[in-house]
């Protein structure tokens, strides 16, 4: 997939599309509050990237370039080629690790409140994917020739957020099209669930949260209604789930050498050494420094 500059004919094609954008905003339906931004991004040689999705989703598209290994929560790492892609979601640490030149896409939004088919990417039914796998796929025809023109839009300074909302639709629709409902499922598992709404509330929300009390108020429910559907839609207490995820970024942060004691400490609001030594404890089985050494000596 060559990802090269195209010509004045094509420029114009752009800015005529763009102008053709601005009238079909002012016609859709009520604007959503949805954020949605499309970058490309450049990695030149051997580097390991570190990426922190407090608020946003993203698909990224390896549009050029081999040798890319994804880290994410306690998943193994993965290998992806060139001319695949994958999803990390909200409220997750990760890291890649290029050992070449890499060109990526990257698409970031914060919800699907944009699409009007977006009841077609759930999952049916809450347990239509047993064990989740993170893995990639591959970037299929016409799919690539649609990255290759967002490149060249970005290229030329050509992102109104209006277009991107439209573009976001488009992606989508080829979505449904080019993939079957198993590649989708297990795609978007992290992100879709049978109660979505309340699920993305609390997915966007918890970054923001020290405790269960806050993240109640800030979903505005009141506690027995939250528990209740919290139990529902997640299968354990909001409590559970909240140590749960705590834990995931603290391993993940723990199998980076880079990253000091003090650092996670402050992050993850330990008060003491102790208390983050009896949390990984509890966790893991492990002290901070015994689980490091067991990660960082396993690769």
Known sequence: MCFKRQNTILRNYMNDFYQYCKRQADRMRPRSDTLVDFESCKIQGVKASRFDNSALNNLIFVCEGSGLSVH??????????????????QSVEWKIETHSDVLLMVLAFDSLNELDHKDDFRIHAPDAIKTFIFKALPIRYPLEDYLRL???????????PEMYKLKFRELFLLLRRLYNKEEIDNLFHPLFSHSFSFKNRVIQCYPYVNNVDELVK???MGRANFDKKFRIEFGISPLQWMLKEKAKHVYFSLSDPDITFADIMDKYKFNSPTHLNRFCRQQFGYTPSELRKKLTSNG
């Open 72 to 89: 994410y929560n306690e998943f193994q790492p993965i290998q992806v080629p060139e001319r695949y892609f994958f999803f990390i979601p």
């Open 150 to 160: 967002q490149y060249d839009y970005i290229q030329e300074g050509i992102d109104p």
């Open 218 to 220: 800030k979903i505005g």
